[in-house]
């Protein structure tokens, strides 16, 4: 990808030289291409995105907050942006977390991906209940998402129903093993 970006220098082959750095677990160089990159092109939207996204992988959290709130005023009112920063901010500020993540599912009311972080935001605010229910109808859309069996988990264990937590871990740990076993 290095030639290639080279000789076309353009966003889409940065991202596909940085995705192949980042595989190869050179993570800093992966990023510091899309800083330096974002110097020429500091409103390169698909770029401020993708190291955001680099950003969130590493949990790098602040890091990620900064770029995706330069990108929601680049693309201002996009449910994924807002997605991102309310999971981004849920420990560092989680009412601000909340309000991001009630637009995002606003805009896009039937996506799970935002009504899993919208339940996750409520639980940093202390309303486990509401999470608990809206994580219900995500896993009776989707009974096998580890995420969302994960997220119960961790609400369970939240407003302090630990042993039902640790029985819905176990119980992933079992389907592993059949899913391993099956092999």
């Given amino acids: 990808f290095g030639e290639a970006l080279d000789s076309n220098p353009n966003a889409q082959t940065l991202i596909m ?7 190869s677990d050179q993570r800093s160089e992966a990023i510091g291409e899309l800083y330096d990159w ?20 590493a949990d790098q959290n602040q890091e990620a907050i900064a770029l995706l709130r330069k990108l929601d005023t680049l693309r201002p009112s996009n449910p994924a942006v ?4 309310a999971w981004a901010s849920r420990d560092s500020d989680p009412e601000a977390s909340l309000r991001w993540a009630e637009e995002a599912k606003d805009l896009a009311p039937k ?13 940093s605010n202390n309303r486990s209940d509401e999470a608990l ?14 995420v969302f069996v994960t997220h119960r988990a961790l609400i369970f264990a ?8 640790k029985q819905l ?15």
């Fill in 133 to 146: 229910e809206i994580n219900e109808g995500l896993i009776q859309s989707a009974p096998d998402n580890r």
């Fill in 82 to 85: 807002l997605n991102n920063l």
């Fill in 17 to 23: 030289r940085s995705n192949a750095l980042w595989k």
């Fill in 38 to 57: 974002l110097e020429s092109s500091p409103d390169n939207t698909e770029v401020i995105q993708h190291l955001a996204n680099l950003h969130l992988l």
């Fill in 111 to 123: 996506n799970p991906g935002i009504l899993d972080t919208y339940a996750m935001a409520l639980l």
């Fill in 169 to 183: 871990l176990r119980s992933l740990i079992a389907r592993d093993d059949e899913a391993v076993e099956a092999k």
């Fill in 158 to 165: 939240e407003s302090g129903r630990e042993e039902e937590a």
